[in-house]
């Protein structure tokens, strides 16, 4: 039998691994304003929309549909890309909700290349500093 790590139940190590609830976008209001408000920038891998307001919060909302591939496909999109955001949202500098798209080939993309995409993509819509990795 493997030796297991005791769980971690510190609590700030804990909300570091996840985005809670108050941290993602869970309206359907809230995507639609994300859409309608009109800032985006299209990457190959995804395509990040921002909704601003007086309620944002750099929360995310991800989306994937069928033309990324079957359910394990858009899954493993949406999972990369929560994983991307969470690991680069102290980057960002707006108080703005995030949406990203997932486009075909994302899940398979390279891990680097997805960093550097979401990174420069908020870099053009203004929600991210200029400052290198």
Same mark, same amino acid.
């Given at each position: 039998?493997?030796?297991?790590?005791?769980?971690?139940?510190? =609590?700030?190590?804990? %909300?570091?691994?996840?985005?809670?609830?108050?941290?993602?976008?869970?309206?359907?209001?809230?995507?639609? *304003?994300?859409?309608?408000? =009109?800032?985006?920038?299209?990457?190959? !891998?995804? #395509?990040? !929309?921002?909704?601003?307001?007086?309620?944002?919060?750099?929360?995310?909302?991800?989306?994937?549909?069928?033309?990324?591939?079957?359910?394990?496909?858009?899954?493993?999109?949406?999972?990369?890309?929560?994983?991307?955001?969470?690991?680069?949202?102290?980057?960002?500098?707006? *108080?703005?909700?995030?949406?990203? #798209?997932?486009?075909?080939? %994302?899940?398979?993309?390279? !891990?680097?290349?997805? #960093?550097?995409?979401?990174?420069?993509?908020?870099?053009?819509?203004?929600?991210?500093?200029?400052?290198?990795?």
């Amino acid at each position: 039998m493997s030796a297991r790590p005791p769980p971690d139940d510190s =609590g700030a190590g804990a %909300c570091r691994r996840r985005l809670g609830r108050a941290q993602r976008l869970r309206s359907p209001r809230l995507f639609r *304003e994300a859409y309608d408000g =009109g800032r985006r920038a299209i990457g190959r !891998w995804m #395509v990040l !929309w921002v909704r601003s307001g007086p309620d944002a919060a750099r929360r995310l909302g991800v989306v994937s549909s069928r033309r990324v591939g079957g359910a394990v496909a858009r899954n493993r999109a949406r999972r990369r890309l929560r994983e991307v955001f969470r690991q680069h949202r102290d980057r960002l500098t707006d *108080e703005a909700d995030v949406v990203l #798209v997932a486009r075909a080939g %994302c899940g398979e993309a390279p !891990w680097n290349e997805l #960093v550097e995409e979401f990174l420069r993509l908020a870099r053009r819509v203004g929600i991210a500093g200029n400052s290198r990795p």
